[in-house]
Nanobody, 122 residues
């Protein structure tokens, strides 16, 4: 069983930075692909970034080098470092785990965190 708990969201000004954290149980990083999704009200869910169990990474095209996904295996924690935030980054961000194809092709996952709100003011 996998449980995911997110933290780190909040309100920041445009150009600021946030680091989201996702604490996972069940050695998820060794057995599952992991990723971050986001969804704004009335908008489609987007895959922000993903990392396979072998270390392959994916970033959505809108990231443009501003975000970095990383994993601390010792702490079973995944991070999303977000720099130069823009108002259009405002969304609920979800930590997720599942098959690589589910994350990168289906915009879906087997396990989800509760979501953390990121709001970027202009």
């Amino acid at each position: 069983q996998v449980q995911l708990v997110e933290s780190g969201g909040g309100l920041v000004q445009a150009g600021g930075s946030l680091r989201l954290s996702c604490a996972a149980s069940g050695r998820t990083f060794s057995t599952d692909s992991m990723g971050w999704f986001r969804q704004a009200p009335g908008q489609v869910r987007e895959l922000v970034a993903a990392r396979s169990s072998l270390g392959t990474t994916y970033y959505g095209g809108f990231v443009s080098g501003r975000f970095t996904i990383s994993i601390d295996n010792g702490k079973n924690t995944m991070y999303l470092q977000m720099n130069n935030l823009k108002p259009e980054d405002t969304a609920v961000y979800y930590c997720a785990a599942g098959g690589w194809r589910s994350l990168t092709e289906r915009t879906n996952a087997d396990y989800w965190g509760q979501g953390t709100q990121v709001t970027v003011s202009s």
